[in-house]
């Protein structure tokens, strides 16, 4: 299992091969746990219940991931993000905001080499996003953040913003082109990757 | 630029009704501006993501998703459907993802963090880091050795790790810390290697609002130290510290 591909994985998960998934679990879980565990602000009942749904719709998924439409693990968070925002909006409708709380990072003792240098990796990666994001103004950092992290919708935000929803539309566009534009800048133009 | 054009954010956010999604994606294929545009903006939106702060797995969630799943769910039996899949895309695929179970390379490494998140690099210091890295024979890297460091005086909480970390004949400096108080205006916290009584600037960093701190370093050939040292200095690109120190190799 450790030698498949992750879309290998998928197409097993489709003949049902229970260590398929338990494989993705074992490569994704800590991605997919520290992201609902942000965006539960904390709360380690839902982000259980987060993580039991991504893997739940894993393995009941009926269309197979389409590797001509990105990568997997963007495949992955997406679907990630969508149940996650699902959860948060049914609870919404109960409850105010609760203070943004996160446990502190783990340190990291004796880890494998590989597991140090994607922490790594991920961390310089969420440094750029940072620092990016401290380039947009304060309606647009406020945008990102109600719209990725809280899960309300562009309408909802145009209420809560007092502003008609073609604004909202607008600074989103906006918003989205500087942040590319702001991790794009003083490479050059080169452009890794794909 | 036509008012279509003005779907593409809803549409990478995926807020448009299904209506107007397929509306959207019939104009997509016609539109040389929106197709340009699409890709850069829809993997800038999916690297938000990553921001994020990565925490342990309790051990016991693995059994806890499993039995969700295989005890609420009877296996159902569902059409084999086999993908006709690009080969340079598996090929991709296999090349990120099968390295990070075979011992990493630094090169392949740059390549993993890359292919994360497909983002673009900015931070000079890191892309030259990278650059370095890819530019080099794929070896295996190791970990020559791993410290710990401990703060103390205005940083007391702090904490942090240092990893030295080398290919072939390079060796970088992998430092990361965690609970440090934010810094002021210009103030930044440097980073000194000691050895025997001299100190060799290493680069500055200001933490996150999180008080989490990275930096890496390349060695200069040939050079080892003793101790790492931090300081808190009024200013950044100070050759000998004029701040306190707060940190440190213990
Ligand atoms: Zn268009």
Not at chain 1, 8 to 26: F, G, K, P, S, T
Not at chain 1, 137 to 153: C, F, H
Request: with cysteine; glycine share 6%; proline share 3%.
């Amino acid at each position: 299992m450790k030698s498949k591909t992750d879309e290998e994985l998928m197409e097993l998960i489709v003949q049902n091969h229970r260590q398929a998934l338990e494989e993705l679990y074992d490569r994704y879980v800590k991605l997919i746990y520290s992201f609902s565990l942000k965006i539960s602000k904390g709360n380690t009942d839902k982000t259980k219940e987060i993580v039991q749904l991504v893997f739940l719709r894993l393995w009941t998924t009926k269309s197979t991931y389409n590797p001509a439409k990105g990568q997997f693990v963007n495949w992955l968070l997406t679907i990630t993000r969508n149940i996650a925002i699902d959860l948060i909006r049914k609870e919404q409708k109960h409850k105010g905001t609760i203070p943004f709380e996160l446990d502190e990072m783990q340190q990291i003792q004796d880890q494998q080499l590989e597991d140090v240098l994607q922490q790594v990796s991920r961390n310089l990666v969420k440094q750029q996003i940072q620092e990016a994001k401290r380039h947009l103004s304060e309606p647009q950092q406020r945008l990102i953040n109600l719209l990725y992290w809280e899960g309300y919708s562009l309408s909802e935000i145009a209420e809560l913003e007092k502003k008609p929803l073609g604004t909202i539309k607008s600074r989103l566009h906006q918003t989205l082109k500087k942040l590319r534009n702001y991790f794009s800048k003083e490479t050059g133009g080169a452009r890794h990757g794909k | 630029m036509e008012n279509k054009c003005e779907n593409l954010s809803l549409y990478i956010i995926d807020e448009l009704t299904a209506r107007e999604k397929e509306q959207y994606e019939r104009h997509l294929r016609m539109c040389a501006h929106c197709q340009h545009e699409l890709e850069s903006l829809q993997e800038t939106w999916q690297s938000l993501f990553y921001e994020i702060e990565e925490v342990d797995v309790p051990e016991t969630l693995k059994a806890e998703v499993m039995d969700f799943i295989f005890e609420k769910n009877e296996p159902v039996q569902r059409e084999h459907k086999v993908e006709t899949t690009k080969k340079s895309l598996i090929e991709r695929f296999k090349f990120i993802f099968k390295k990070q179970f075979s011992p990493l390379s630094t090169g392949v490494a740059a390549v993993l963090i890359i292919g994360l998140a497909g983002l673009y690099w900015h931070n000079l210091h890191l892309k030259d880091t990278i650059t370095a890295l890819e530019n080099e024979a794929v070896g295996p890297v190791q970990i020559v050795s791993t410290y710990a460091l401990k703060g103390q005086g205005l940083a007391a909480s702090a904490n942090g790790n240092a990893y030295l970390l080398q290919e072939g004949s390079d060796i970088s400096l992998v430092i990361e810390l965690n609970n440090m108080p934010g810094t002021k205006d210009k103030e930044v916290y440097q980073v000194w290697l000691l050895k025997n009584g001299t100190r060799q600037n290493a680069g500055t960093l200001k933490p996150d609002q999180n008080g989490n701190g990275l930096i890496t370093y390349r060695l200069p050939p040939a050079h080892s130290f003793d101790d790492i040292g931090i300081t808190l200095e009024p200013n950044p690109n100070n050759t000998q510290p004029q701040g306190v120190k707060v940190m440190g190799t213990f």
